[in-house]
């Protein structure tokens, strides 16, 4: 599955920040290269310390969650963004049976929304500053924050990557796509509607969004990645529905 834990290798660089064990596997640095909207070397390495920094922020907002509930858990940083994994979870889409639905929904949210307003904050202390952020509108979201730090280039370079990954990818984490946060949440609440179909309601409703998000993205941005990526997940989102005995019934 896409967003399962990779496996470790004697390539990944491991340390331990705030007591939590952080891995980033070798692939993250590639993917995170090739996402690079710069091909200068000294921009892109600020674009990858900005993604760091993002993920990070975003996972340790579901660590501080899992530690609400008396639980320790660690951060892998992969191709495909990052996981924080409960211990002894036996990690999957889900966060398993030992935590409640409304629990389950708090520890998806809780990823997402330290992003997002890590970047509020980061923004916001630029502009308590005395230095001005222009709202531009263009971009995935409507618009574009961009700091007016002139004269300190390489840090003016790092918040507007900062701003622009983790506005967009703490948003497109909360759309009801199974397996990323906002498709936890969302089978969470229906499971707590209802048990018996919940599961399958929130199956049918992220395959929608994810073709339907697909589709908005590849009109906005013209990349055929983002195609495959919706495309895939909507796919892995069928499969998981035909595999529960619902693909031969009607919707």
């Known amino acids: 599955m896409i967003l399962q834990e990779p496996d470790r290798t004697a390539y990944d660089v491991r340390f331990h920040l705030f007591g939590v064990e952080v891995r980033i596997h070798p692939f993250f640095w590639i993917f995170s290269l ?15 310390a900005a993604v760091i920094l993002s993920l990070l922020v975003h996972e340790f907002g579901h660590v501080l969650a899992f530690r609400r509930y008396g639980i320790r858990s660690s951060v892998v940083l992969h191709a495909f963004g990052g996981l924080a994994i409960p211990e002894g979870s036996g990690y999957s889409s889900s966060y398993g049976p030992r935590f409640s639905n409304g629990a389950s929904a708090f ?3 809780a990823g997402p929304a330290a992003e997002i307003l890590s970047a509020v904050a980061l923004l916001g202390a630029v502009h308590l500053s005395g230095h001005e952020v222009l709202f ?44 990323l946060d906002g498709g936890k949440i969302s089978q969470a609440l229906f499971l707590r509607i209802d048990p018996q179909t919940g599961l399958k309601q929130a199956l049918i409703l992220s395959i929608l969004s994810a073709i339907f998000v697909g ?37």
Request: cysteine-free; overall charge positive.
């Open 34 to 48: 090739l996402m690079s909207p710069t091909g200068d070397p000294k921009s892109a390495l600020i674009w990858i």
């Open 136 to 179: 531009l509108r263009r971009g995935l979201l409507g618009f574009e924050a961009i700091p007016n730090l002139v004269a300190y280039p390489n840090v003016m370079e790092f918040v507007y990557f900062y701003g622009i990954i983790s506005f967009v990818w703490g948003v497109i984490n909360l759309l009801p796509i199974i397996p």
């Open 215 to 251: 589709l908005f993205l590849v009109v906005q941005t013209g990349s055929l990645w983002n195609a495959l990526l919706f495309a895939y997940l909507a796919y892995m989102n069928f499969q998981a529905l035909q595999q529960l005995g619902f693909g031969g019934r009607r919707w």
């Open 107 to 109: 520890i998806a949210f």
